[in-house]
């Protein structure tokens, strides 16, 4: 079965961390917004199943996907149930709890990373908040990635199978989102990753192991990877960013 993504056309954002996992496992699966209007796709589809008054669970915003008649929203609740269907979990059923929390720690973060441009509301431009926009990113670059981080790292020492992966001795979806994590931030405050690889050498082996994996290598040199922009999750605004020892 091929299943059904649903995410905004142009960008990576929350939809990328679910491509990845796909993408890893070599599933089947389309892009409805990316998709032609004339095929009953688009992101006119996309909406309309947000919109829908038939639909017995619509979900609230993208990323959703569908897997024949099931519909799951949420970026960790979609990796959830993707995971023991692509071998991208612990065998440890226990464990699989470990990896979504982990996951629900990246999409806290995303968040926080996502507010140092849009601090005040989402609904308003960054223009009209620049300010606080530069109050947040600071406080982000020094107190945010480090508290994070400092964690993420200090869970990679400490897996009692390894420190090659966040969870057991194997890849699993949340080293993918890791690497997306790591990426996204290395786009948006260059000046402030450049310390990462030393602050975080087992993150930093993460995110380049994970970019070597031949399918996620061929993936990002196509055109399905669409590159960071700043209509994104991960935006790059150099007057945000600052140096860090
Ligand atoms: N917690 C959700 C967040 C979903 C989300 O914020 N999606 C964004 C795009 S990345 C959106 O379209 N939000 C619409 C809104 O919040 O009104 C997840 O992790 O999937």
Redesign the pocket.
Known sequence: MTYELY??DGLQ???EFVRLALEEAGAEYIEVARGDEHDGLGTGAMMATMDSKSEPYPP????FLKDGDLLI????NILLYLGPRHGLVPGVDSLRYVVNGLQLTI?DM??EAHDTHHPLA?NLYYEDQKDAAKVRATDFIEHRIPKFMGYFERVMKQNPAGDAYLVSDALTYVDLSMFQLIDGLYYAFPRAMKTFPKRYPRLAALHDAVLERPRIAAYLESDRRIAHNESC?FRHYPELDKDTR
């Open positions: 995410y905004w954002g929350r939809g609230f915003a993208p990323p929203a949420q970026t960790a999409a995303v968040t989402s999750v």
